[in-house]
């Protein structure tokens, strides 16, 4: 009898009676992966402010500056977890050094749709302060999802080097093996053909009246 799975696995049948199984992500790898973006992102948020204090010494516009920082802001905050995560299949930067993956409810890749909703909703997650809504989320639903995976039909999963659902169309087509080539005579009978030639060789010589001198 097999033993049940765990809550923290995830798995995922097909139409051909194929299943595959993702182990569900913890809070504290997802916690340590956040963290490493949010790194990246006061970085950007820096490198901003810095651009938009230059151009604003340089222009004497302390208007235009403003408006530097808050568009960049924005971009940097809403663009860094949207576009990572479209382009690279569901990973940041810091879900790709944790191995981490955000998917589908059914295991399949993230399109740019739930990306957007997912990062849209981290607004309401991340209040009053520190995903205090997403973490109340996160333990209520008992299965490892925010306010924003709830929405965008998504969850993170912890990536493995086995094969998925997306990958099963881009399997190479590979040509049979050719057929063994046919196999010759077997070694004694070759043999017994050789060796007949010299027995007829020398009853012949045996039977032919010799000449000689008396």
């Given at each position: ?8 696995d995830?798995?995922?049948?097909t ?10 992500a ?19 948020l ?13 222009t ?7 408006l ?5 802001s ?26 981490l ?25 991340f209040?009053?302060?520190g ?9 209520a ?22 094969i998925?659902?997306?990958?099963l ?36 010589a ?9």
């Amino acid at each position: 009898m097999e033993q049940p799975l765990s809550d923290t696995d995830l798995v995922v049948s097909t139409p051909e009676r194929v299943s595959f199984d993702y182990q569900v992500a913890g809070l504290g790898t997802r916690g340590i992966a956040q963290i490493l973006d949010l790194l990246i992102v006061t970085g950007l948020l820096i490198a901003v402010f810095f651009f938009a204090s230059g151009v604003a010494s340089y222009t004497q516009s302390s208007t235009l500056a403003i408006l530097i920082e808050l568009f960049g802001s924005f971009v940097i905050v809403f663009g860094y977890f949207w576009m990572s995560e479209a382009l690279f299949s569901g990973q940041t930067l810091g879900k790709r050094a944790f191995r981490l993956r955000v998917v589908g409810d059914r295991g399949e890749p993230m399109t740019w749709v739930q990306a957007g909703i997912r990062n849209v909703i981290r607004i309401v997650d991340f209040l009053p302060y520190g995903y205090g809504v997403g973490l109340i989320v996160l333990f209520a639903n008992g299965r490892g999802k925010r306010l924003g995976d709830l929405a965008a039909g998504t969850i993170v999963v912890k990536d493995s080097d086995s094969i998925g659902l997306w990958q099963l169309g881009r399997a190479a087509f590979r040509m049979p093996p050719p057929p063994p080539p046919p196999q010759g005579p077997p070694p004694g009978a070759q043999y017994q053909r050789t060796c007949r030639h010299p027995r007829r060789s020398s009853s012949f010589a045996a039977s032919t009246p010799t000449s000689g001198v008396s």
